[in-house]
T-cell receptor, first 119, second 113 residues
Framework: AQTVTQSQPEMSVQEAETVTLSCTYD???????LFWYKQPPSRQMILVIRQEAYKQQNATENRFSVNFQKAAKSFSLKISDSQLGDAAMYFCAYRSGVHWSGTASKLTFGTGTRLQVTL | DAGITQSPRHKVTETGTPVTLRCHQT?????MYWYRQDPGHGLRLIHY???????DKGEVSDGYSVSRSKTEDFLLTLESATSSQTSVYFC????????????FGNGTRLTVT
């Protein structure tokens, strides 16, 4: 079974600075998809960014980018020019692309990293 | 935002009582999921559905059952609630394809006293 590990329970960053949240995963599959979700205090789960394992290019969405290292099974999220609104829990998630049926359709989540943004 | 409605938003119930949480979608997506969120555990899959009347268990399914009689509705039932089922419950939907992200409802906070 695939596992997702977020080793940083909490992180802090100053406004306008850059922060990187780490995520590693364990899989024997070669075809899969990775996601970062943000959960602000409102409890809503918001998709931040996604990455296809077959793509070498790192995904970017405005101030959010990933560093995808397939061989190392690492998928870190970089937030540039941090804003107060970035304060939230961030979850990394894995989804199999090999067997697209049954349980393979689920997302497996890490335990999350709580990001604080200070002035 | 994806059209997903969870009800109720909050619920307090007593140990041993049955509880049903409802998830309603207006997106006509095939896949629906129930997750629970607990501190230190992230989100864990309880049950999911890949079509009307087609459901399967997730990693923490003990004590829960689900039903999906219509595309738009996915019900989660706790047959006899226990304090260990105090949690925040999220419903999610997804289109077909592994690159399709999950879209989440706003969650139900359930407290079992």
């Amino acid at each position: 079974a695939q596992t997702v590990t977020q080793s940083q329970p909490e992180m802090s960053v100053q406004e306008a600075e850059t922060v990187t949240l780490s995520c590693t995963y364990d899989t024997s599959e070669s075809d899969y998809y990775l996601f970062w979700y943000k959960q602000p205090p409102s409890r809503q789960m918001i998709l931040v960014i996604r990455q296809e394992a077959y793509k070498q290019q790192n995904a970017t969405e405005n101030r959010f980018s990933v560093n995808f290292q397939k061989a190392a099974k690492s998928f870190s999220l970089k937030i540039s020019d941090s804003q107060l609104g970035d304060a939230a829990m961030y979850f990394c998630a894995y989804r199999s692309g090999v067997h697209w049926s049954g349980t393979a359709s689920k997302l497996t989540f890490g335990t999350g990293t709580r990001l604080q943004v200070t002035l | 935002d994806a059209g997903i409605t969870q009800s109720p938003r909050h619920k307090v119930t007593e140990t041993g009582t049955p509880v049903t949480l409802r998830c309603h979608q207006t997106e006509n997506h095939r896949y629906m999921y129930w997750y629970r969120q607990d501190p230190g555990h992230g989100l864990r899959l309880i049950h999911y559905s890949y079509g009307v009347k087609d459901t399967d268990k997730g990693e923490v399914s003990d004590g829960y059952s689900v039903s999906r009689s219509k595309t738009e509705d996915f019900l989660l039932t706790l047959e006899s609630a226990t304090s260990s089922q105090t949690s925040v419950y999220f419903c999610a939907i997804s289109e077909r394809g592994p690159n399709s992200p999950l879209h989440f409802g706003n969650g139900t906070r359930l407290t079992v006293t």
